[in-house]
């Protein structure tokens, strides 16, 4: 993985490729390149004004010659927010994005605000604000009624990320109670700009003790996934430092992975399955795999090396199989010998279980030999039990054994519901 040190901002390339309308098409640069590869500059040159000039018929055609000047603005801006046409409105937005910059960020601004834009549209002007304007967009909006600092710190991360890191450090006191959704913003832009910049700053987080700093990676595992697919991003999250952080990129792959292929899943993490850092995404694995194919799930689980993963899956897999089939589920649980894997798949199907039939999840639950796996699930059981039948329940209770503690907990049962 890349060092700590941060490379040099990107400059103004911060729009992601579908808005940058201005820019020559991919065909035709392929074309201009081949032609370069030739030494055909003439050419080239040719095919570039040409196409910019294809460009700009087009935008005529569409916004009516529309300029930057304030009339321009204002055009533009009622194009993209009230014009009915849905592919207008988005290109005209884009090419709002597109000319945005210092002189006229504030007027934007205002036609978004008069205009009533939606929460994608003030997200998308944010980044792009925070990302050209950085520590002045920032100051410029603590001003206004709506800030939207999470977008805009987001932008700016991803163009100037140490700056971003900078100001993260003199947050005015109102904003302090911010912290941890500004971490959230600046390794969102981290990931927008280089996933090790962004793996490193989370690890940074978390070796300085920042509270739940490691599940800011699921933050870049998403990013991997939508930019690499689930493969390159598996091969990318083993190769994290072993920890929270990597079994919480590993848990986020884990469930794009287990959708797509379950059996590629299983096969992937099965290597890791006695880590505890992997027990997320083993868990994971196992109940997106059990949606579909219960059976082959419990049967990959129950073979794997004991350890915190296998119980967390088989509890997982059980809690879904048991709405499929309960007696194949069940007969395959009277197959187990007494284990602490065992008594985790049989709190799983009774607690799922419950909603059907609460008074056979309460027997199930009984057979779990350790005690307070048992109490928690006889509690959770009894819990539903009580909400169906409250006399039933209290007739149960008075010969179960169970403390005068846990007998308040049942009859007193919280109010989700599952």
Do not use: C
């Not at 074309?31 to 590869?37: E, T």
């Not at 219960?294 to 048991?322: C, I, M, R, Y």
Request: charged share 25%; aromatic share 8%; net charge negative.
């Amino acid at each position: 993985m890349a060092g700590s040190t941060l490379k040099e901002p990107p400059g103004a390339n911060f729009l992601s490729s579908n808005q940058q309308l201005g820019d020559r098409s991919s065909s035709t640069i392929l074309l201009v390149n081949q032609a370069s590869d030739k030494g055909q500059s003439t050419t080239s040159r040719r095919v570039l004004k040409a196409d910019e000039r294809n460009q700009q018929s087009a935008f005529t055609k569409i916004f009516g010659g529309s300029t930057f000047d304030r009339e321009g603005i204002a055009n533009l801006a009622t194009e993209a927010l009230r014009d009915p046409n849905p592919v207008k409105r988005r290109l005209a937005f884009s090419r709002l994005l597109e000319g945005l910059d210092a002189s006229n960020a504030a007027q934007i601004r205002d036609q978004l605000v008069s205009l009533n834009a939606g929460g994608q549209e003030w997200r998308d002007f944010n980044y792009a604000w925070g990302a050209l304007a950085g520590e002045e967009a920032f100051q410029q909006a603590l001003l206004t009624d709506r800030k939207d600092l999470e977008s805009l710190i987001t932008g700016w991360a991803a163009s100037d990320p140490e700056g971003a890191i900078a100001q993260l450090a003199n947050l005015p006191e109102n904003l302090q109670d911010q912290r941890t959704k500004f971490e959230s913003s600046i390794v969102s832009g981290l990931a927008d700009r280089n996933r090790d910049e962004a793996a490193n700053y989370v690890m940074e987080l978390a070796n300085q003790g920042r509270e739940n700093a490691h599940r800011l990676m699921e933050i870049v595992a998403t990013e991997v996934l939508r930019k690499d697919g689930f493969e390159a991003a598996a091969a990318w999250s083993q190769d994290l430092p072993n920890g929270e952080a990597k079994g919480e990129a590993m848990q986020r792959v884990a469930n794009t992975y287990a959708r797509r292929d379950p059996e590629g899943a299983a096969g992937w993490i099965e290597q890791f399955a006695s880590e505890d850092y992997a027990r997320d995404a083993v868990r994971e694995i196992g109940q997106q795999w059990a949606r579909n194919q219960p059976v082959n799930a419990v049967t990959w689980l129950d073979n794997l090396p004991s350890g915190e993963g296998q119980k967390a899956g088989l509890n997982s897999a059980f809690g879904d199989w048991e709405d499929k089939d309960p007696v194949a589920a069940g007969q395959y649980l009277m197959s187990m010998e007494p284990s602490a894997k065992r008594d985790s798949a049989i709190s799983g199907f009774a607690n799922g279980y419950a909603y059907q039939d609460p008074e056979t999840s309460i027997a199930w639950a009984n057979d779990i030999s350790d005690p307070n796996l048992r109490v928690s699930t006889l509690t959770r059981a009894g819990q539903v039990y009580f909400r169906r039948d409250p006399e039933a329940a209290k007739t149960w209770l008075a010969s179960s054994g169970l403390s005068a503690e846990v007998q308040q907990a049942i009859q007193n049962p919280p109010r989700r519901r599952r």
